[in-house]
């Protein structure tokens, strides 16, 4: 079964720097979309970041230009580089995953492999 497993998360000050993983196992999709969301207290979650299967990356524009996604095919891993951060990037940040790039990251529906979350809190 396909398990992923989120860390990286912590207390920084903003204008600092977090790297998030999240380890994948049991994937059997050759075809997928991966993503982080995030989720604040009393706030809906949302999409932060998404890579596909061929590489192409998309970004909410609240993190464009701060933070990175990647992935390391052979570790089975995907990261979120985060740089910069804000007190408002403040949330439950979570790694998702879908079988099947296109459209890429799509609805936040679609994604039925989900983390267990980690935290990151910024402090201005």
């Known amino acids: 079964q396909v398990q992923l497993v989120e860390s990286g998360g912590g207390s920084v000050q903003a204008g600092g720097s977090l790297r998030l993983s999240c380890a994948a196992s049991g994937w059997p999709y050759s075809s997928y979309c991966m993503g982080w969301f995030r989720q604040a207290p009393g706030k809906e979650r949302e999409g932060v970041a998404s890579i596909n299967s061929y590489g192409r990356t998309t970004y909410a524009d609240s993190v464009k230009g701060r933070f990175t996604i990647s992935k390391d095919t052979a570790k089975n891993t995907l990261y979120l580089q985060m740089n910069s951060l804000k007190p408002e990037d403040t949330a439950l940040y979570y790694c998702?995953?879908?079988?099947?790039?296109?459209?890429?990251?799509?609805?936040?529906?679609?994604?039925?492999?989900w983390g267990q979350g980690t935290q990151v809190t910024v402090s201005s």
């Open positions: 998702a995953a879908r079988s099947g790039w296109v459209g890429c990251p799509g609805r936040l529906a679609d994604f039925n492999y």
